[in-house]
């Protein structure tokens, strides 16, 4: 073994525990880290680095007053995607109401064409204040911007506002990529 | 001349609207009109004049008559034609006065029809008013204004899983807004899970929910004026479609997609799309049966559900398209429909195009479509699906080869015949010459009976007789005495066919004839069930309509098989069909060794005999890799087994409906025991009610409901309108239907 390795190697953890007070070993395993999580994304490829993160949007809906608890009216909540200045091929979010005197009783297309079919409901997770649907078009026409892709209709029981949650999960462009994107919800005008 | 005589129609035309009488063609309503109403839906239609030559339009066109000019009295009479709604028996009509004058070759008559009311009451006895015009021709049926349209069907057949978009366009005619309900049928194994109305441009999904909880939501909507929509199962080929506040000139359209395998015999599939529900008979004293009333005798018949019937010489204006693209995964030989006619286009050679023809667009029989497919390439067939509820497979299992050089031995057969008003005239004649052909064919090794019911049951004789040509003498004379009339006490004639000493010494065959026209089918099957012991029992539908739930049950709890006689088909064939699978024993106490697949759920649970020309199908759930089985069993008393080879790129192949196929059968099976088990009835109504909506599936329990909640129509929900049907082809309106 070369001794004046060993002492350059032995000098260099001390210095860099004096300066960083940083073990050898601890850098090495960061950097360990780091190198890995790079190779993750690189693997993940398009939904590597850019994947935006899951957002949740309260939002409060409001409702008529003095009204009993007995009493149902029907409504609709629209669901909008912004998606900036990219197209959007394809989305999936969650809708859900805090309330539990709240029921989904029918799910509606978007304005654009692209999206104007009903979406697909999942089934499991469907529940009576609660749905995840998603969509996908092959269209060449695709929306941009902010658009309508959903229309809930629900039926409300009683008076007062009711919040919803809104989750976009998923956003992504014709070719796979997730893109970065804003979901909001508002009360559809009648 | 003739210049000028072809404008009679205009004449006509300014007289009608200057003088705003009140004539109402064939709009359905019975209510005066009033001056102040405004024409909702003015329609007018013409009418040619060769096409009226010798015609005669009966009732009524008052003013006409004298202001009608030159309009020379002869032969052709305009005419309302008095038309009968929900309850109208008892409605005044209106007043009527009669012109007649004639028309010359080439000259054309127009009439407009001036709307009514909008406002006029409007409730389940009295329908509203329209503006439709329509004209009435001798030996000509009927038209009579109904609000559902059309029926669109569109099949896909891959291998033998059909996915089929069912699309009934609802469209009010009437000037006041309805609620229509139409009952209609499906296939009794079809996993209906999707649904989508569309309001205009605009669909909405339906979403499952439990059956009460749908109901509430629809009935709220209704009542607060929403275009809404309720999809409700009242058996497993039953149900009922609602849509709720369609206003005047207004087209809901309903979308149902469903899934179902098809059936496979001697080298052939078939598929099924019903399209009318036959006239049920129901026991005194039910209740949750099914009805069967004349068009407007809503609430007659006392039971829960109820389909309203066209009389005789009556015709709606609903039709129905139909087109099927079939994918055989191999060569196709022929394809030949039974009941309609249809054009086939070749595609490939394992695809077909199949398009019905619209001369024969009446839904009044079911479509039946059998296509021979190459018998030497028939392969046992395992597909398989995987989502994020698991793996689902289906394989069809085919009959070894042997099980044709074998023998049958003696036999004991019990000839069952439905001979109740419903198989009155044709339907009872093919089944009596079914019959006689299978009596025929009997040896002297064998014993037969012949039963037959229909308020009560009787027989040939005490016991079965030995099939000497005396006694088969005896026995076709006693058929031909045979007559359709009277009820559909089926249930006796199961326990004369069942509850008598077995000759140990032959095998018992039982084969009931019937179109199955009844309300109480679970108490059949449970019956059935109870006395069944070691008999077989052979189902035959007969008609153009049949109940092919409770034949294909009948047959799956029987350990027999199934087989329909349409009105179109030669029994001899069919019976000779059956006597060949017959004619050699069936592979009994199946089992199926599994190989690498690790295998729960497989439905049916018991598995049935493997008979001669008919295959089982076997859906379930498995992990692992799709792998070949082995499947085992009894020929007589020799244990047998054969192997079967999966091919992997089959099985590997993504097929969509399997999971739904199997939920579908889940569900069947648990109903089955549902009503078997009234003990265990809470438990078991939770599982099936679960099983549906994980999987979006159609169920006793659960429903589809679709709500617009943007659109909201004024006043109340209107006049609730059934959808009447044309009796089944070849069955009596008289025989079958209350007034």
Known sequence: ?190 | MNILRSRISAVLMLCVAATMCAVQLGCGSEQPATDSAPSSMPVNSKTSAPALDGDVFADALESLATGGASARQRGNVLTSPTRRFPGDGSSPGPAVVRATFELMPGEELWVIAKGFDPAAPANEETPPGCGALMARLPDVEKEVPVPLKHTAVVGNIDGYIATVDVTQQFQNTYNSKIEAVYVFPLPDNAAVSEFVMTVGERKIRGIIREREEAEKIYNDARAQGHVASLLTQERPNIFTQKVANIEPGKQIDINIRYFNTLQYDDGAYEFVFPMVVGPRYNPPETTDGIGAVGRGNQGVSGQSTEVQYLTPGERSGHDVSLSLNISAGVNIESVRSINHDVAVKDVTETERSVTLSASDSIPNKDFVLRYQVAGDKIKTAMMTHKDDHGQYFTMMLYPPAELKKVQRSPMEMVFVLDCSGSMSGRPIDQARAAISHAVQSLTARDTFQIINFSSTASQLGAAPVIATPQNIQKGLTYLNSLNGEGGTEMIQGLKAALDFPHDEGRFRLVSFMTDGYIGNDHDILNALSDKLGDSRIFSFGVGQSPNRFLMDRMALIGRGAVAYLSLNDDPVEIMNRFNERISHPAMTDLSINWGNMHVTDVYPQILPDLIVGRPVVVTGRFTGEPSSVKVGGRQGMQPTSFAVAVDAADATKEHKGIASVWARLKIMDLMTQFSRTPDQAAELRQTVTQTALEYSLMSTFTAFVAVDSMSKTEGEFGTTVAVPVNVPEGVKYETTVEN
């Open chain 1, 1 to 190: 073994m070369n001794t004046n390795e060993l002492t350059n190697t032995q000098s260099c953890s001390r210095r860099c525990s004096r300066r960083c007070h940083i073990p050898l070993c601890w850098a090495l395993l960061i950097a360990f880290d780091v190198s890995l999580m790079a190779l993750t994304y690189a693997q993940d490829g398009k939904a590597g680095a850019t994947e935006p993160p899951v957002q949740s949007v309260e939002t409060e809906i409001p409702g008529p007053v003095d009204v009993a608890a007995n009493v149902s009216r029907f409504e609709a909540i629209d669901v909008f995607v912004d998606s900036g200045n990219q197209r959007l091929a394809a989305w999936q979010l969650e809708v859900r109401s805090t309330a539990n005197d709240v029921q989904i009783v029918g799910i509606e297309g978007g304005e654009h064409p692209a999206f104007s079919e009903p979406p697909y409901y999942d089934k499991r997770a469907m529940n009576n204040n609660r749905v995840i649907i998603a969509a996908f078009s092959t269209d060449d026409n695709l929306p941009s911007g902010r658009s309508r892709v959903a229309r809930i209709h629900v039926q409300v029981r009683g008076s007062g506002a009711r919040a919803w949650l809104s989750e976009l999960t998923t956003s992504a462009t014709t070719d796979g990529t997730r893109i970065p994107a804003e979901i909001s919800i508002t009360k559809a005008a009648g």
